[in-house]
């Protein structure tokens, strides 16, 4: 068999597969998400997993990254500037998520409407980025075993797509500082809006819970990461059963970590 038949061999079987894995994992999607502990079992491969089955959106500037302000205005007119630190227990939340949901699921999706050059600073910012107290710097990627290529670095044009991305990707949780995001998620997806200034609060939240009212809407409003850990883990109530089977170091990690976040 030739090279471009092997090819396109290949390729009716990528369509295939992806014919038949859709819309399992679209009903999935539309599941309870207490309800997906229960099998213990893979969606599309249907094996036992030692993960939860979730995936996770988040944005990046407001929540992971926090903006320098002084007297009420950015220190610095580049989104991501070179002195920006990452949110206190940043690092610790996203390693513990990607300990209980696996890299796979996680991804970032950054808004960006200049051709990719602000979205590509930001990465860049990542992989060199200040630790909350500015005491050191550090690799983001490498810290947190976030993984780091295009699959997982997903790039909108506008906030208004965030809400397509989340219902393309099957996103069970998607965190963002901009409350205006909550009007275009789909109701599947439950919105951590990290709603830290005060401004924005009082003009969004009142938007934000008639919607929810409507049952067009599930949303937490979160002021750090402890508190998005917090609710994510209240959809999975059973979710120390995960730990069952790991290896002794990574249930030690898992631990330790869950402890730092849970800790008043």
């Known amino acids: 068999m030739t090279r471009n038949k092997k090819r396109h061999h290949s390729l009716l079987e990528r369509r295939e597969a992806s014919v038949v894995r859709k819309p399992r994992l679209q009903a999935i999607w539309k599941r309870p998400l207490s309800k997906r502990l229960a099998s213990r079992k893979h969606p599309v491969t ?38 920006s630190r990452l949110f206190p227990y940043a690092i610790e939340a996203v390693r513990f998520l990607v300990l209980l949901f696996e890299a796979e699921y996680l991804v970032i999706v950054k808004n960006d409407d200049d051709k990719g050059v602000v979205a590509r600073e930001a990465r860049e910012t990542l992989h060199n980025v200040q630790l909350h107290d500015g005491s050191k710097r550090i690799n983001f990627f490498k810290e947190t075993g976030f993984l780091d290529d295009r699959k997982h670095w997903l790039v909108t044009k506008h906030r208004t797509q965030k809400g397509g991305f989340c219902k393309r990707h099957l996103l069970n949780f998607f965190v963002d500082d901009k409350a205006e995001v909550g009007r275009y998620l789909p109701r599947n997806t439950v919105f951590l809006w990290f709603g830290t200034e005060a401004k924005e609060r009082e003009e969004h939240r009142e938007a934000l819970l008639a919607r929810a009212r409507r049952g067009r809407l599930k949303f937490q409003q979160v002021t750090d990461w ?37 800790a008043a």
């Open 226 to 262: 402890k508190r998005a850990v917090a609710e994510i883990l209240r959809h999975y109530p059973n979710w120390e059963e995960c730990l069952q089977g790991r290896p002794q170091a990574e249930q030690e990690e898992m631990e330790m970590l869950h402890n730092l976040l849970m």
């Open 46 to 83: 249907g094996e036992p997993t030692k993960y939860l089955w979730g995936r996770i959106g988040l944005d990046m500037g407001g929540d992971l990254v926090t903006r320098l302000y002084e007297n009420g205005e950015p220190i610095l007119k580049e989104n991501f500037p070179q002195d």
